[in-house]
């Protein structure tokens, strides 16, 4: 661009004489253009890299969905697996158990997901095993045994939302629901595995504090109905998580 300046500049010397103020005023007017021209290509360089790093953080983030889209679908294959893999058997036997126990126990088809009651399990802000719970759990494994499909359990403990605040709790429990959800889910996993035999390779736990209520923690009333073990069925394929 800077040579087309410089031409022009030469072809008004070649028409006339001009004077040596008029001479300078128009030099720097062509150096003050060659200065914004350099200016504009340093811009669309830099304009230039910004569009690649923009292109890369796009093919990133295309990747990342993909890869989301495509765990999301394992997951549903996986359901769907569990689903035609759950043999009509287990399932009538399972339900038949809920009916028996439903002051203390679900059990949705659906889902693959027994809940139990927290208090026929525990006491309040203790993780032993009580004597009620221990025998509905032992019911639950001779109805996996006895039907068996090769399930892999998830054993996952629930908490309301009411904090800890008992000393002697705390001291136990020092990082509050988390912890106190957790060992109640390992102590169900123990229980299965210790005294009714389940396979250990079978057998995963997780606990999740408040944070997955079944309903608001509103009322007395829903916050018993969030304070849980569920224990889920999975495919044997189930992937670990």
Not at 74 to 90: A, C, D, M, P, Q
Not at 109 to 133: C, H, M, Q, Y
Not at 221 to 226: F, V
């Amino acid at each position: 661009m800077r040579q087309w300046w410089g031409i022009g500049f030469m072809a008004l010397l070649a028409i006339g004489c001009v004077s040596q103020t008029e001479y300078q005023k128009m030099q720097g007017k062509v150096a003050n253009q060659a200065r914004i021209i350099d200016q504009y290509d340093k811009e669309m360089v830099a304009l230039k890299a910004e569009n690649e790093a923009l292109k890369v953080q796009v093919a990133d983030r295309d990747a990342k969905i993909k890869g989301l889209e495509d765990r999301l679908a394992g997951i549903k294959g996986v359901h769907e697996e569990f689903k035609r893999s759950v043999n009509s058997k287990l399932e009538q036997a399972m339900q038949d158990l809920a009916r028996a126990n439903q002051e203390h126990m679900s059990y949705d088809p659906n889902t693959g997901i027994v809940a139990l009651a927290d208090a026929i399990l525990f006491d309040s802000g203790k993780d032993d095993l009580k004597e009620d719970g221990k025998g509905l759990l032992k019911k639950i494994a001779d109805t996996l045994k006895n039907n068996d499909g090769g399930e892999q359990l998830m054993i996952d403990g629930h908490t309301d939302n009411v904090r800890i605040s008992r000393p002697e709790t705390l001291k136990k429990f020092p990082k509050g629901n988390w912890q106190l959800s957790g060992a109640r889910s390992l102590s169900v996993l123990m229980f299965l595995h210790d005294e009714c035999g389940m396979q250990p390779a079978r057998l995963r736990f997780a606990g999740f504090s408040e944070y997955q209520p079944k309903v608001p923690n509103d009322t007395d009333g829903n916050k018993q109905k969030n304070r849980r073990v569920e224990i889920k069925m999975l495919s044997p394929t189930a992937p670990a998580k």
